[in-house]
């Protein structure tokens, strides 16, 4: 299981440098490409895999935290779907 910074979560800080948006693509890629690369490894193994989607994340959590990263969940969303997609095109289960 990945998650919140596996899409690299300070790219979402508010007032993020302009370049952010591409670092948050590039970490949504190596996201997919890693989980692809970690499941190839594992069966060949031999290793049973059971892939976890990855945890929701509260944008809205009141605290002393002043900036709560807006856009993260959408982005754990979107990595959650490539691991249903992941298990369907392997047959693996997969636990949300």
Not at 5 to 14: A, K, M, S
Not at 43 to 54: E, H, K, M, N, S
Request: proline letters at 6%; hydrophobic letters at 40%; a negative charge.
């Amino acid at each position: 299981m990945f998650g919140m910074n596996d899409v690299w979560r300070e790219g979402y800080r508010p007032g993020a440098a302009p370049d952010a948006f591409d670092g948050r693509d590039h970490a949504i890629r190596e996201f997919l490409s890693g989980t692809l690369a970690l499941c190839d490894r594992l069966l060949a193994d031999g290793v049973r895999v059971i892939l976890l989607t990855p945890t929701p994340y509260d944008e809205d959590q009141p605290g002393e935290q002043s900036d709560n990263f807006r856009g993260v969940n959408q982005a754990l969303s979107v990595c959650a779907g490539m691991v249903r997609g992941i298990a369907a095109s392997k047959g693996f289960p997969v636990v949300d």
